[in-house]
């Protein structure tokens, strides 16, 4: 009985992801096609450009994809290639397969990240708030302590430890639990972030990333594929922040362009769809051949990483180059956003290497079936 009980619930959590997973697809089409509205010159694939794609991803996923996003991102930057990936298929089809899925729970939440990577060079975390408790420099300790602990730490980063594109992150000066930049104390902070939050050291940033925009760390996004014991790099851009801002991610309103293999930036960077290709920051510095310090150095030590991590092919890692040209990991993520407007097609040389190898695994991506899998036992449950 517990059987055929097993393979019902596990045939409903099926019909019920397909369904949830077409719903995300139209949400996701319905979100670029309002981004195309937004830019200031549209263009249209012809039919061979058309037929090139199809061609293409029928061959290598075994079925059409919508062609929003080649449109979108030809209109947006002028140029065209059929290697654009639709986020409705990345999402859905392609990174639940090169990554297991139900396993970003845990991976995500950045109070975890020095446990995950103890080797890595990464700011000091003073104190972490995870479900509730208090850990200061990893001894548990009361809220009252914490409070006492950190009343005089100086400039620190707040940020919540389980959100994403820099929701919530503040840069804090605590003075006798005072907040200078403020009118609130540390316990009035504290209550704002509730639970799942961190306090981490500000980092000092080479004069070079400082240039660019001073009033934010403006961090390295790499992009790392993982095959056998050999990672490639797959692409890399820099995110800067605009005047005054302390956020450098696009979403907050930053811009981002293309890091060369040598190490120096593209033409042109992107921010909101709408906004023009931008050639200088904010600062007033030239993007093109601007060269990142230590960024080599930035790519070993990612690929190094990587290694580290044996559920996830794809990962993406924010690097900030610290005073003395240190690379520094801000953060790691195990289900990366894509970045085409500033880098192009998201893999590039290596799209049919990874497509190929994501479709020869099982789909382990979904909201509804990752739910389950997390309550359940995962070798158990067996949807698409």
Request: proline share 4%.
């Amino acid at each position: 009985m517990s059987k055929l009980i097993d393979k019902l619930v596990n045939k409903a959590i099926g019909i019920l992801s397909r369904y949830k997973d077409r719903q995300e697809v139209k949400e996701y089409i319905s979100g670029i096609r309002s981004s195309q509205k937004k830019l200031k010159q549209s263009r249209s694939l012809t039919q061979a450009q058309e037929k090139e794609i199809q061609e293409f991803y029928t061959g290598l996923l075994g079925h059409p994809i919508p062609l929003e996003w080649h449109r979108f991102f030809y209109s947006r930057t002028g140029i065209y290639s059929k290697l654009y990936l639709p986020t409705s298929e990345y999402k859905t089809n392609i990174v639940g397969r090169l990554n297991v899925y139900p396993l970003k729970r845990a991976y995500t939440d950045k109070n975890l990240s020095d446990v995950f990577l103890p080797s890595a060079h990464q700011p000091r975390i003073y104190l972490k708030n995870m479900n509730g408790f208090y850990y200061y420099e990893g001894k548990a300790v009361s809220s009252q302590e914490a409070l006492e602990k950190c009343r005089n730490l100086g400039d620190v980063i707040i940020k919540p430890s389980l959100s994403s594109r820099g929701m919530g992150v503040r840069v804090l000066h605590i003075r006798e639990g005072r907040i200078d930049n403020g009118n609130q104390t540390l316990e009035e902070v504290f209550k704002e972030y509730g639970s799942d939050f961190q306090l981490d050291e500000l980092v000092r940033q080479h004069k070079d990333m400082s240039a660019l925009n001073p009033t934010s760390i403006n961090t390295i996004r790499l992009l790392t594929y993982r095959t056998g014991m050999d990672v490639r790099m797959v692409y890399s851009v820099i995110r800067i922040g605009r005047k005054g801002k302390t956020i450098d991610n696009e979403s907050a309103g930053g811009i981002s362009t293309q890091i060369l293999p040598d190490g120096t930036l593209g033409k042109y960077a992107y921010g909101a769809p709408g906004n023009d290709r931008i050639e200088y920051t904010d600062c007033g510095v030239r993007l093109d051949g601007y060269r990142i310090p230590s960024y080599q150095d930035a790519v070993e030590k990612v690929k190094e990483y990587h290694l580290q991590f044996p559920f996830f092919n794809l990962m993406a890692w924010d690097i900030a180059i610290e005073e003395d040209g240190t690379p520094t990991l801000i953060e790691f993520n195990v289900t990366p956003d894509l970045s085409q407007s500033a880098n192009g097609p998201a893999f590039g040389e290596y799209t049919e290497e990874i497509l190929k190898d994501a479709m020869s695994r099982r789909n382990t991506w979904s909201r509804i079936g990752a739910s389950a899998m997390w309550r359940m036992n995962v070798g158990s449950i067996h949807f698409k």
